[in-house]
């Protein structure tokens, strides 16, 4: 400090005071000789406290022993000592959790001797909640890929792996040595090698996606079909590396080769293939397991001419066949079937039809079960007939379907094939069935737990949301919504859109979101927050990921909204006394286009609604987003008084207006804020 001018010395003593970093000096006793006034903040003490004491005089126990190890090591001559962890003084961070600090512990030397030790803190919280959620995301991507039985893989710009890949070697027992390289391609079966080397080899050269289907040898020395598809990754006109997955289609090819078969083998009957071809696309529209079994009743009874038909499903648990209904209520406790299971027993146990024409051939099949019910059943059934086919996926047994007649039938050849293909149809619409309410549980799961359970209730403002998926619900959307309050008493709101569907936009959609929310408590206005936003998104989202929102900030008591649109569509106002209007200020670009956000102001008078909305309401196959807009405006334009004054009216109003005559084909999102009319009191 001896050489420093007075100006300079001035200078350092201001830095040294006010900086945004902690910052402190110990002397030889680990005593504090100097706190700035940070370090006393993440203390949570005053910096008069500090001087002339130990850590353990000031600090708490845990605090005070890691800071007296670092200056002990410092003095003995161990040089810097860094630490991250959290401190139990302070004042916590915006999630009410303690912040996370790097401290950083350097030798103060005089004349080449340590003659005390310097301490600086940095506060780590924001970037360790950005790993931690980040981390989090990973995994969550990770779980999804293995639940969609999809193996990833990579290779270098020659097209070379170099990544090991231990789900591919789980599946064809090859080692790390066989299969880095070019070494994956062996796995492939001796007929489709060549080709699907040779497709390789020209999306390398020709830097194209790689997309081919070719069998593939497993552990247990059979074969299953597998697609593999491949992108290049690209860094302006450098090619970085590929990026692939394997993805088992198996079943798929299975159900390709029995239309095949199907269509050769019925080719001189006509009749047969339409009654098929109608079945298939019943069995094709039935998303539900229960759709699946009204489906296959009308098609027995009409492709089929039987009397009743029975699906089964083989537990696994017990080993034995459940009769499905088409009402989930009866099928979530399912009973075992009654009435003369043996037929689809023995379809199940052989996996080959049971074809019975006539009653003396059914009891001839069954005198070698012993089934004395079954024997009883024959007695006392009108039934003549009987049909039950084995349900096959992968060539395993799934359960069985079963037609029964009440007369007497010759089942020819033909019929036979025909059975046959019916049941695989079945099989295939049965599995996809299951796969599909699975996956309906999982999303609906997904996307309510991404959207606020509830709206925030502020006096003198009501609020109300409104959303309805696009697609059948076995995809998350990108679309969403979020209002909170804001530690200045204002309410901050946001409707947004991330460009497309599946895990990478509902993913992408979250980290927007939750950034946004970390951003508006530290730095509220709506120009402050899209700018930090553009600086996330630069930094973790895609190119392709587009993102448009419309964030806002409320004050209740004045109805002052401050308003940044990020590329989205113009807000509605919807008055009690004159007609409604858009809200015609220019949007910005998208999040992550460098641009200078604006910032918007105006005041919502009392009886006005505010609505945001995503494209999915103005805009489809038949609209475009222009005249969209104007009969958006029309239609609230003929809202009855009583509408304008309900919020939640009010949206579903829109909805029902807007989609009157289209169908939906994407994502539908509304939030309206409402400054009610307050009545004043009677003298």
């Keep these: 400090m001896s050489e ?3 100006v300079d010395s001035a200078l350092l003593e201001t830095l040294l005071r006010e900086a945004p970093i902690g910052f402190a000096f110990f002397d030889q006793a680990g005593r504090f000789q100097r706190v700035n006034r940070a370090l006393a903040a993440i203390y949570g003490i005053d910096e008069a406290q500090c001087r002339g004491r130990t850590p353990a005089d000031v600090l708490p126990a845990a605090d ?6 670092a200056i002990s090591a410092v003095l003995a001559g161990e040089g810097v000592v860094n630490s991250d962890h959290r401190l139990a003084g302070g004042e916590p961070d915006g999630t009410g959790e303690q912040r996370q600090w790097s401290l950083a512990w350097y030798p103060a030397r005089s004349d080449g001797a340590v003659d005390g030790v310097a301490l600086i803190a940095v506060d780590l919280s924001d970037r360790h909640r950005a790993e931690v959620a980040l981390r989090r995301t990973e995994e969550r991507y990770r779980s999804l890929l293995t639940a969609t039985n999809q193996v990833v893989w990579t290779a270098d710009a020659d097209g070379e792996v170099r990544e090991d890949c231990p789900q591919w070697r789980t599946i064809t027992g090859q080692t790390a040595e066989q299969y ?17 080397e040779r497709a390789w080899n020209d999306a390398v050269a020709d830097r194209t996606t790689f997309d081919e289907i070719f069998r593939v040898r497993t552990q247990s020395g059979d074969f299953r079909y597998y697609r593999s598809r491949a992108v290049p990754i690209m860094r302006g006109e450098a090619l970085m590396e590929w990026v692939g997955a394997h993805s088992d289609i198996t079943t798929q090819h299975e159900a390709d080769d029995m239309r095949q078969r199907l269509t050769q083998q019925l080719g001189e009957a006509a009749l047969r293939t339409v009654r098929l071809q109608k079945a298939t696309a019943d069995l094709a529209e039935a998303l539900t397991v229960g759709e699946v079994v009204q489906a296959m009743a009308e098609i027995g009874q009409s492709a089929v001419g039987a009397d009743s038909t029975t699906v089964g499903e083989l537990d696994r648990d017990d080993l034995r066949l459940h009769m499905l209904s088409d009402d989930p209520v009866a099928r979530s406790g399912a009973r075992p079937v009654t009435d003369c299971p043996a037929t689809m027993e023995f379809a199940v146990r052989e996996r080959r039809p049971f074809i019975a024409g006539n009653p003396a051939e059914l009891r001839a099949l069954l005198e070698d079960e012993a089934e004395p019910e079954a024997l009883e059943f024959l007695r006392s059934t009108d039934e003549r007939a009987w049909v039950a086919l084995p349900l096959l996926s992968a060539g395993q047994p799934i359960g069985a379907l079963r037609f029964t007649f009440s007369a007497t039938r010759d089942i020819s050849d033909e ?9 695989g149809q079945c099989a295939l619409a049965l599995e996809r069935a299951k796969l599909f309410e699975r996956e309906h549980r999982t999303a609906e799961a997904l996307q309510t737990s991404l959207l606020p359970e509830d709206l925030p209730k502020v006096k003198g403002i009501r609020m109300q949301a409104f959303y309805r998926s696009g697609t059948q619900h076995v995809q998350v959307g990108g679309d969403w919504y979020d209002a909170f309050p804001l530690p200045d008493g204002r309410i901050a709101g946001v409707l947004g859109d991330v460009m497309g569907k599946g895990i990478k936009a509902a993913t992408g959609m979250s980290r927007v979101r939750n950034a946004l929310r970390a951003l508006a408590f530290s730095m509220p206005e709506p120009a402050d927050v899209l700018t930090g936003l553009d600086r996330m998104f630069d930094a973790t989202e895609a190119a392709d990921q587009v993102t448009t929102l419309v964030y806002f900030v409320l004050d209740p008591e004045t109805g002052q909204i401050d308003l940044s649109n990020a590329g989205h569509l113009p807000p509605l106002v919807v008055t009690e006394r004159a007609g409604p209007w858009l809200l015609e200020t220019e949007p910005d670009t998208p999040l992550g286009i460098s641009s200078e956000r604006g910032h918007h102001k105006f005041f919502v008078q009392p009886g006005n609604t505010v609505v945001l909305y995503s494209d999915g309401l103005v805009e489809n196959r038949k609209r475009a987003v222009a005249s969209g807009l104007d009969e958006l405006v029309t239609v609230a334009s003929q809202a009855r008084p009583e509408v304008v004054g309900d919020p939640q009216h009010m949206l579903q109003y829109l909805v029902e207006g807007m989609l009157a005559g289209y169908e939906q084909d994407d994502d539908v999102t509304l939030l309206a804020v409402h400054l009610p009319v307050i009545e004043s009191a009677p003298e």
Aim: proline share 6%; no cysteine.
């Design 64 to 69: 005070a022993d890691a800071h007296e190890a």
């Design 180 to 196: 880095l390289g070019r070494g994956w391609l062996d796995a492939a079966h001796p007929d489709d090698r060549g080709q699907v």
């Design 415 to 423: 019929e036979k094939v025909f059975l046959e293909a019916l049941a």
């Design 4 to 6: 420093l001018g007075p």
